[in-house]
């Protein structure tokens, strides 16, 4: 019933470690998810356990190497069963709330982390279905990005959230732009801003309409809210039409 993920690492005390505390390790209490740790270095057959070499063509730098990778995936895919295999790898398509939404339907998943250089090359072309990245930025491995893609991915499954309409409304969610969101629009919006109490802090108010509470409006206003910010502040994410003038705009700090 759960979603499994196995992670390929060197540091699995560290991934572990990690998903232990929050919203995953509850999770995993729960049995909703599990997730597995599998050290590379196990894998490695030499006296040193060497699981990295020297790149061929000669460059500074070392790249993991291919025997202890594979040793590892079909020693996992013999115990527990296939999965979906994924490099994580900066040179990989973006990872974002589409392909989170995408993950959250598949059973197993391998998450491949690299280290050094990154693996050889032939793990990405004959031993993985896809690649991931998590942005345009160098991390010292995957390891980070495999603990988002579990965070992202886990909190879309059925009971891991307390209130499973929080996911829909999350920023940049696409279960919640139907029709009445905004029918000329297919993608995620930025959410609206929030606010709680004191109505009043150091002379810092609430929006008006949130205070008096008519349904209606409320919506009305988040929606507008919503549309705004992400115009001001995404305009990757697409806003079609201009922003009117107008009301503020509560933008992120
Ligand atoms: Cl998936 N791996 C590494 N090493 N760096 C990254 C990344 C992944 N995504 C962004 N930067």
Not at 7 to 29: M, Y
Not at 128 to 157: H, K, P, T
């Amino acid at each position: 019933s759960g979603q499994t993920f196995e992670v390929f690492t060197l540091f699995p005390e560290a991934v572990a470690g990690f998903l232990r505390g929050g919203l995953v390790g509850k999770a995993v209490a729960r049995e909703l998810v599990s997730v597995h740790c599998t050290d590379y270095r196990e894998f490695a057959t030499d006296r040193y356990r060497t699981v990295d070499d020297a790149p061929y063509g000669g460059s500074p730098g070392m790249v993991m190497k291919i025997e202890p990778v594979v040793a590892a995936l079909e020693h996992v895919t013999r115990e527990r069963g296939p999965m979906h295999r994924i490099l994580l790898t900066p040179a990989g398509p973006r990872f974002d709330q589409r392909v989170a939404e995408r993950l959250a339907t598949v059973p197993r998943i391998g998450l491949l982390c690299g280290r050094y250089e990154g693996i050889d090359d032939r793990v990405r072309e004959h031993f993985v279905d896809e690649c991931l990245s998590i942005g345009d930025f160098v991390l010292n491995g995957g390891e980070v990005a495999a603990l988002a893609i579990i965070e992202a991915v886990a909190r879309l499954r059925e009971g891991v959230l307390g209130n499973p309409e929080s996911a829909a409304r999350d920023s940049f969610s696409l279960q919640d732009m139907s029709s009445e969101t905004c029918p000329e629009d297919h993608g995620a919006w930025l959410e609206h801003p929030h606010f709680t109490r004191p109505p009043d802090f150091r002379g810092l108010g609430v929006p008006d309409v949130l205070l008096a509470g008519a349904h209606a409006e409320v919506a009305r206003w988040r929606r507008e809210q919503a549309w705004r910010r992400t115009w001001a502040l995404r305009p990757d994410l697409r806003p079609q039409r201009s922003l009117p003038a107008g009301a503020p705009v509560y933008l992120v700090a």
